[in-house]
């Protein structure tokens, strides 16, 4: 029953999506725009924004309907799900840059948006056309609303705080450039905050920032779980190429490892982390696979293989399942510290938030 109720939802949350999305391409439409630019408008839409597992556009209209404390009526539904659906554009607006500033190859289990055909760096103001439908949307659907203003601040902030987490992220580990010496678990904590933890965790309750003492580590749990799957994980379970280790990136693992390695191990990481598949080893990848698949199933040159083998080396499978089962444990019980005030109290917070949340993700497996 609850996996038919989590259904249900989810294409109700999807329903209300077509309604936004013929709602932006109306307005595209009344600009004079012409049907080509209307077809690729909305191709874009489509490509980049719904695919997910849209966690953080529903947890918006999950959270509504805790606080209430009863179901939304169809009005009340429409703009907590305009809320959510803006959060996915966010999410669409950093992920479309992102897979570009990373030259990544899939995203979702398909390519990039930028490597589709005539798209290329067209991508960047596609980008840019996802973060500005969050301000058509909430200017049609609040404009009346008394917390109007709050709602345009909440998304400029986060959209900043994510953008400097990012930007931390890429001088902290450039491509090509590789210096362990400028990681550590404490600067990844912070790329992590700014950069995942604030949109994804913090943005969709929208509540005071007294929540961010349990909304901020949720979101840092969140982020260390996508880096241990990018090691662990297989592009049919993750829905996307691991590429942290070539990529240079200052992920958890890395730093994990940094912190245990012994001399010898640190010498391996610090010359093979970050350096990329030689042309051979791309052929040689694209002939055991093949051909056809060969792309998408990413390529393990040899650099790579000596970095993995010095995390399987130091347990760092077992150190991140000790970290979960810690995190959990020291997340539950925050949440049970939550007043949430005398029975029937109004506009109090709720216990079931932070549940539903953390019953998302814990032991995740994409």
């Not at 009340?76 to 803006?86: D, K, R, T």
Request: hydrophobic share 40%; proline share 3%.
């Amino acid at each position: 029953m609850a996996s038919n109720d989590k259904a249900a939802r989810r294409a109700k949350f999807e329903g209300a999506w077509n309604v936004i999305r013929d709602e932006l391409l109306a307005h595209f439409k009344s600009c004079g725009m012409p049907q080509e630019a209307q077809e690729w408008y909305g191709k874009n839409l489509d490509y980049n924004v719904p695919g997910g597992k849209l966690n953080r556009g529903m947890s918006v209209v999950d959270t509504a309907e805790i606080l209430k404390g009863r179901p939304l009526s169809d009005g009340e539904y429409l703009q907590a799900a305009v809320l959510g659906w803006g959060v996915e554009l966010l999410q669409a607006f950093f992920l479309v840059s992102d897979d570009l500033m990373d030259s990544s190859i899939t995203r979702r289990g398909q390519p990039c948006w930028y490597r589709i055909p005539k798209i290329g760096l067209i991508a960047v103001n596609d980008a840019f056309m996802l973060e500005s439908a969050i301000y058509y949307l909430l200017k049609v659907h609040f404009k009346k609303e008394s917390y109007y203003v709050d709602l345009l601040e909440l998304f400029h902030e986060v959209s900043y705080q994510t953008e400097m987490g990012q930007l931390i992220d890429l001088i902290t580990a450039p491509e090509d450039e590789v210096d362990l010496s400028r990681f550590s678990l404490k600067k990844h904590s912070l790329i992590v905050i700014y950069k995942t933890a604030f949109y994804s965790f913090y943005l969709p309750v929208a509540l005071a920032m007294l929540l961010c003492d349990i909304l901020i580590p949720l979101g840092e749990y969140f982020q260390i779980q996508d880096d241990f799957l990018d090691f662990s994980g297989v592009p049919a379970q993750i829905g996307k190429v691991g590429t942290d280790i070539v990529d240079n990136k200052c992920s958890w693992c890395i730093n994990t490892a940094l912190a245990s390695a012994s001399p010898a191990q640190r010498k391996i990481l610090d010359e093979n982390y970050g350096v990329k598949p030689t042309e051979e080893e791309k052929e040689l990848a694209k002939k055991l696979s093949a051909g056809k698949n060969g792309e998408e199933q990413g390529y393990l040159g040899e650099a790579e293989k000596r970095v993995k083998k010095v995390f399987e080396e130091i347990g760092l499978r077992e150190k991140y399942f000790a970290y979960e089962e810690s995190v959990y444990t020291q997340l539950n019980t925050m949440i049970d510290q939550i007043d949430e005030g005398a029975p029937g109290q109004q506009g109090v917070l709720k216990k079931e938030v932070f549940i539903s949340f953390l019953g998302k993700i814990y032991r995740r497996q994409k």
